[in-house]
Structure formats: structure tokens, C-alpha cells
């Protein structure tokens, strides 16, 4: 590949990086946002919102569980929206980078929670915050856990709060909808 392909390339590895860390945040917020109450639904309650509630509650359980265990839910819904995408719109390199970013959303939230699971690698990547690090993770398992939804990256957070992207959207919903 020459030069100038890898400089094109950037983009797109970027573009499906942070693509990948605002649907991480999407879906942590309907998990936080639309789960508390529905813990009895079927399925969903049991598998998604029971597990969200205990993570607030005792952040490092899901540390004690495998590595299937912590990050198959993810996979499940990384698939049917990756498949969707690369059917619509084309093999692209940005999604295929959404794709890879996102499937392990939950592998790199468990690394914010605790470095010593992190390979070194990662923990460089935590210091330029291209993957989520502890400090800033912390900021949403402060109550009432209302901010800092996105888990892969440091870097949608801050310009999502800054507009107050999740408030906003919480406008335009029912009343009731979300809890
Ligand atoms: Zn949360
Ligand atoms: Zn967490």
C-alpha cells in the first residue's frame, strides 16, 4: 500500500472508531435509561437490563464472570447492526472498523475497570485515550450515572456532554418512556 492509500486510510479507521464508541453510548443509555423497572421483561430484563443494574450497583462483579460471558450480549447486538450496514451501504472500511471496535466494547469497559486485565498495549492506548481509561469511565459511575455513556474511547464523551447530546434526547421523548 502506498503513502498516500495508508493517509486515506486514516479516516476511515477514525471515522469507524468513533462511530463505534457513540453507539456503545447509545446503547449503554437505553440499557440505563429505558432498563430500570423492565427488569422482569423477558429476555431483554434478564440478559441486558438485570446484568446493567448490578454493574451500577457493584461495578467489578462482571469482572468475576468469563470472557464469553462479559461480552457475548455485545456480539449479539454488534452483529445484526453490522450486517445490516455492510449490506446497505457496501464493504467499508469504516464499518468493518465499527464492527471489530464495537465487538469488543465490553472487553475494553472491563479493561476501564480494571488495568491489570489490560494487555500493555492497552494501557498505552488508555494514556492517549483511544481506548476508555479508568479516570474517565469513573465520571459515569458517578450517581447519578447520567453522563460519560460511550465506553470505547475518551473522546465522543466530552462532546457529547458538552452539547448535552443525551439530555436533549431525552427531551423528544414520551413522557414515561424512559426512567
Ligand atoms: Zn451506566
Ligand atoms: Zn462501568
Not at 423497572?37 to 429476555?43: D, K
Not at 467489578?60 to 447492526?81: K, S
Not at 453490522?82 to 457496501?90: P, S, T
Not at 464499518?95 to 498505552?124: D, N, Q, V, Y
Request: proline residues 6%.
Amino acid at each position: 500500500m502506498t503513502a498516500l492509500g495508508i493517509l486515506l486510510l486514516l479516516p476511515q479507521l477514525l471515522l469507524g472508531w468513533l462511530l463505534a464508541d457513540f453507539l456503545s453510548g447509545v446503547l449503554h443509555w437505553i440499557e440505563d435509561r429505558f432498563g430500570p423497572g423492565r427488569e422482569h421483561w423477558p429476555v431483554l430484563g434478564r440478559l441486558i437490563f438485570t446484568p446493567n443494574i448490578i454493574h451500577h450497583a457493584d461495578p467489578t462483579a462482571f469482572l468475576r464472570t468469563g470472557f464469553v460471558e462479559r461480552n457475548w450480549t455485545t456480539w449479539a447486538a454488534v452483529l445484526p447492526i453490522a450486517a445490516l450496514m455492510l449490506i446497505a451501504l457496501g464493504s467499508q472500511v469504516w464499518i468493518w472498523t465499527a464492527a471489530i471496535a464495537g465487538a469488543f466494547a465490553s472487553e475494553i469497559h472491563a479493561w476501564a475497570h480494571r488495568k491489570t486485565m489490560a494487555p500493555r498495549w492497552a494501557l498505552w492506548l488508555q494514556s492517549i485515550g483511544m481506548l476508555q481509561s479508568p479516570r474517565h469511565h469513573a465520571l459515569h459511575h458517578v450517581p447519578d450515572h447520567r453522563r460519560h455513556y460511550c465506553i470505547i474511547s475518551d473522546w465522543v464523551n466530552p462532546v457529547l456532554d458538552h452539547f448535552e447530546f443525551w439530555h436533549h434526547l431525552e427531551q423528544l421523548l414520551p413522557k414515561g418512556l424512559i426512567r
